[in-house]
């Protein structure tokens, strides 16, 4: 069990690392968006994104869910058909989609944009999905086979691109929100021209019907659940300008970026967990494993979570380009950032459960767990923003996460029943909420300074208080010790 956990703790490092990276480059556009470009223009980028998320649910057609669990490490010609398939499959839908959406591209342009009529900036958006599809197939066959410093590395070397490209055109020509849609492209491209050798090495014509079916029949139930997966995640966007503004919408986006750590966090995890969980399923204590990989997964977002709600107010502050790190008139929604990480940490939950539904081939009952947290999610932002704005999104976000995460449990005990060790989660529950209400009130009025180190007193405290208490024993300690010795000596 100890070398398996540190397999997963090393290819969560590893994805880690690069994503992190990554993520904080593009983080970086965050502030260059702030100061070169309005408030509404910023919305407008959100709903330009968050649609082509739906966009790219449609294009994948379940088929990358599918192609992970007909993968076989044991069996090259199945993994070849299954990989032939899902990428011709998604190759045809996007194909297909995106002529229709380029044709109809003057018919909704003044719906999408602040700029009446800007047909072209719709269509630049068109093409973003459909060079992400092409991509999609490859890197789930680099995970698969965990080649995970190549998927890192190649995921890391397109975000450098766009992220400089996107400095390029907004900064420097100055050409506005077309220049953040000219620099994913370019950065698309060259991230197909780096997949080619892969794809006509995998791509066959010995096909087989029948695991085309079971693909079908194990993706096809994924469509709806990660479609409505991607309307939780942004759906308050659009319902948000509907009821306010625009520059309710660029606040409220700027802040629940500002959450980046946990989403990270849930992110890496999220790569390493899926090829883990579907390496490992067939083992005697799997199930053990499973669970209490789960309660070292809490007990770490626990942490991920306080180092950001304690310090993310001093990185906002810092300056940046004869400006502030972020500009102070987005500082007043910085209460949300807590509010969306502890969504994201019930994400993660849901990702953890999620497991048991994969593993015995049971997507049939994800559109009804997403499905139900999505509605719930629609319903609260109509019900909350009317009267608290952006903050009624955001609760409105945590509460469907939570949802989603305790329906999707359900169903997966009911077919792969696992037994988490929920005292020592509760426990860990208990000591996050305890540090972090406590310390966020008594910190709230004293300076800077003295802020900082009572913050990290508190941090302190909550990384050592479960072992002081037992809720980690002595040999789990040790384990847990030797856990990180021999992790920080290989990476």
Known sequence: MKSRILTLASDTFTYGIFILIGRFLTFLLTPFYTNYLTVEEVGDVGNFFALIAFVNVVYAFGMD????RFYSQSNFHQSKIA????YLTIITISLLCSFILWLWAPIYAHHLTNLPGDVFLVRLAVLVPLTDCLMVIPYAYLRMTRQVAKFSLIRFSLIVIA?????????VLKIGIKGVFYAQLIANSVGVLLFI?????HLTFSLESKLFKE????????VPATFSGILLQVVDRPILKFLTDSNQVGIYMVNYRLAIPMMLFVAMYDYAWRPFYLTNFESKDAKELFSRIFTYFVYSAGFVFLVTAFFIEFLVRLPFFGGRFIEPTYWQGMDIIPIVMLGYIFNGFYINFNAGINIEKKTQYLPVAVGISAIVNIMLNFVTIPFMGYRGAAWATFWAYLVSAIIIYYYSQKFYPIRYEWKKIVSLGIILISVFGITTTFTKEIELQVRFSVRLLA????????FLLGIFGTKEKEFLFNLARKFFRKN
Do not use: D
Not at 65 to 68: E, H, P, R, W
Not at 83 to 86: A, G, K, V
Not at 163 to 171: D, K, R
Not at 216 to 221: A, I, M, R
């Open 65 to 68: 869910l599918a192609y992970f």
């Open 83 to 86: 990989f032939t398939y899902s």
């Open 163 to 171: 992220v400089a490209l996107n400095i390029w055109f907004v900064v």
């Open 197 to 201: 050798p892969i794809i006509i090495k």
């Open 215 to 222: 693909m079908l029949k194990f993706g096809l139930p994924t």
């Open 459 to 466: 941090l302190l405290f909550y990384t050592v208080t479960p």
